[in-house]
């Protein structure tokens, strides 16, 4: 697979680093060292995925990360930073990052990453799917309860896409952290609980209390009603 590419990237080693592998990858790639001119370009060009980095010279990558989600709400984005403490990758998931890359990093790691992003975004074309009150669409990245629209961001879709497509099906926190973070489980992280705390205001907001159900000594089953 060919892609387009973004990096946004100010360590001139780190971006060459990137380019080179990409380039020799036969991928297209566009280098910003800036924040403002990222959203800039993302305004005039539309990329399959946007490599961001936290730590830019002129606003931070998190402020970029929600601007870019204004603009383009499906934009695909992995965030790179040297900052690798949980409440980091956290932050950035929560501003609407895809997935999260910490430095230093493997090359192969980030083609993967990229790869597995590229995928998820191709299929966004499928079909409509329902389970009870909800009906979730790929396509358009949302979810509807009744009627009414939730209010997620791209990693709380992701959850509930995962509930949805599992539902009723007791489901182990190393298997959501596996299959929706699609990294190796880490057992001092708290990020699927953050999460599903998330999720849970999300689907209150609408009349929905109740869906998701902590199962002891497993982990979390999705009762759609």
Avoid at 76 to 95: C, F, K, Q, S
Avoid at 150 to 174: K, M, S, V, W
Wanted: charge should be neutral.
């Amino acid at each position: 697979m060919k892609m387009n590419l973004l990096l946004c990237e100010d360590e001139p080693k780190i971006a060459k680093f990137i380019l080179q592998g990409l380039n020799e990858e036969r991928h297209n790639v566009d280098w910003h060292t800036h924040g403002a001119s990222t959203i800039h370009q993302i305004i005039k060009k539309q990329y399959d995925i946007l490599i961001l980095d936290l730590r830019l010279p002129d606003i931070d990558g998190l402020t970029v990360c929600r601007e870019v989600r204004k603009i383009r709400p499906l934009q695909p984005i992995l965030m790179l930073t040297a900052l690798d403490a949980i409440e980091n990758r956290v932050a950035g998931l929560r501003a609407g990052a895809d997935d999260y890359l910490p430095k230093p990093f493997a090359f192969d790691e980030l083609i993967a990453r990229l790869e597995a992003l590229y995928r998820r975004s191709s299929q966004q074309g499928d079909a409509k799917m329902q389970a009870g009150s909800f009906i979730i669409d790929p396509y358009s990245h949302t979810c509807i309860y009744k009627n009414q629209a939730i209010n997620l961001t791209p990693r709380e879709y992701d959850l509930i896409y995962y509930f949805i497509t599992h539902a009723n099906q007791n489901i182990p926190r190393e298997t959501l952290y596996r299959e929706v973070w699609q990294m190796p489980f880490e057992p001092n992280t708290n990020v699927v609980e953050v999460y599903i705390r998330y999720l849970r205001k999300a689907l209150q907001a609408v009349g929905c209390a109740g869906a998701i159900v902590s199962v002891r000594g497993v982990g979390y089953r999705f009762n759609p009603s």
